[in-house]
């Protein structure tokens, strides 16, 4: 079992910057394949960024060039550094994981990812 906390999320103005954290658990947690997802009212949940263990991360077209997502395996913690933030990416922000290395035709799945954390909202004003 993988326990997901998320922390970070706040309001801030268009064009700041957030850093968001999941602090897991699990004693394989260099193996898992991390995920940030997020949804917006009135949507699906949709893919944002990934990291598998340590290949180059993935991220979605609309956050590429602004959003980083890194891990720390000594503190078990996978952040998402947001900047030049957008009214349009306000949602709430939920951390995932997977215990396997998620193939690039799988990463961007929310059914692929096993657990998932309560979220943190994120609210970009303009």
């Known amino acids: 079992q993988v326990q997901l906390v998320e922390s970070g999320g706040g309001l801030v103005q268009a064009g700041g910057s957030l850093r968001l954290s999941c602090a897991a658990s699990g004693r394989t947690f260099s193996r898992y394949t991390m995920g940030w997802f997020r949804q917006a009212p009135g949507k699906e949940r949709e893919f944002v960024a990934a990291i598998a263990g340590t290949v180059t991360p993935y991220y979605a077209d609309s956050v590429k060039g602004r959003f980083t997502i890194s891990r720390d395996n000594a503190k078990i913690t996978v952040y998402l550094q947001m900047t030049s933030l957008k009214p349009e990416d306000t949602a709430v922000y939920y951390c995932?994981?997977?215990?396997?290395?998620?193939?690039?035709?799988?990463?961007?799945?929310?059914?692929?990812?096993?657990?998932w954390g309560q979220g943190t909202q994120v609210t970009v004003s303009s």
């Open positions: 995932a994981a997977d215990e396997s290395l998620l193939s690039i035709f799988a990463i961007t799945r929310t059914n692929a990812y096993d657990y």
